[in-house]
């Protein structure tokens, strides 16, 4: 299937709401690029870094070449700026992550990944690391961090860090479901994205042939009627158990709640990109001219 090359995609566009928010906010703090950079070296990205080179097998077009051609066609697709460094990890959890900052930048995927999954569904995953990186949620997600520990070392606003840690901890899953967005724009295969996060919830490589999407997705509705009973007290309770990514099941949800809004579809029109016909290069579709070799459209 030929996939749209989203030409200048702006992650704007397909932020969750919730993201978009507290993205803004710290926005706003950014000003002073190299003290975010600073912290973050000294949070141990760099060393995280160095370690990577020395021990994980590196992706490039010698060393895996199917899965460096995935990765680059994903970085085109969703116009990525901070290309990773991607390393592969041992371990057959299905799960993939993102460090670093700039030219510090990596994507660690585990072996599961390329084993276990389909070369869309692995589109998939990729697609959301790079969301994350596209974000800038590595960067953010440490920055809240350092502001949690610094205001608890405020006696007077003893009881702020946890109501941070909580809103953090909110924010963090709003961004998987930001990065799972990125993940299917990335693979413009719906049953794909749909798949990569059920196999990601426990399926057993002998069940793959009975995977059931319809089935799957009932699940997550009936999940959230018994959620909207939740009072605080549970979703506190929730949110201190959710660690790294949130449940696959409301991922899911999520995912094709987003896709039936339209705002999937009405995404990928608006970026589509004018392809000329003369040279293939990609450019506006508001374009009177290529700007590679001068074509008149
Ligand atoms: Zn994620
Ligand atoms: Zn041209």
New binding site residues.
Partial sequence: MKRIHLYQLDSSAYEHPEDRRTLNVLNTMSCCEGIIKGLLDWNGVKADYVIRKASNYHVTHATCPQLAKLIDEAISILSIDDVPRVYLEWGYNIN???RGYKDTTMMVLNTGVIDLMTDMEQTFVIG??L??IKSK?VIYHTLGALLTSAISNIPIVGSVPEVFMLALTRWSRM??FT??RAGLLACQDVDAALTAIIKMSGVPHKYFDKINIDSFLKEAEALQKELSFTDKAFEKILNAMYN??PWTVMRAYELKKWVDSGEYERILEEYKPLVCPVCGHHTDKEAKDCPRCGTTF
């Fill in positions: 993939g992550y993102t959301h690391e969301g994350h949620h961004s998987e990065a799972d790294d990514h």
